[in-house]
């Protein structure tokens, strides 16, 4: 469907929300104080049931798994901060999966 063939009306239509992507969308909102909003640490939209994602993962993949992973994402960060205005950001998450890495060859 072209957008110079769709009325307004038609147009809202396909762009509304579902109301379970409202409700999905209402859970991801950051609720605290600005201040206390941590990205690198603790973003918000993966910690939204018992279990935090990278947890998750790493019950899924296993230990050798999860190390890889650790190390691939680690590798991601360092190469994508130099295309990115958020590079800092980006250089701060590849140390937070360098030292994930890191605590589980320390604890092995």
Sequence with gaps: MSIDKITPEEWDAKTELTKEQMEMEDKCDFQGDAEDLDMVNKP????????????????????????????????????????????????EKCVWYINRLKKELTDM
């Design 44 to 91: 918000p939209h993966y910690n939204q049931g018992t279990l935090e994602a990278i947890d998750y993962i790493k019950q899924q993949l296993g230990p050798l798994g999860y190390r890889s992973y650790l190390e691939g994402t680690a590798i991601k960060y360092l190469h994508r901060y130099k295309y990115k205005q958020s590079n800092i950001q980006d250089l």
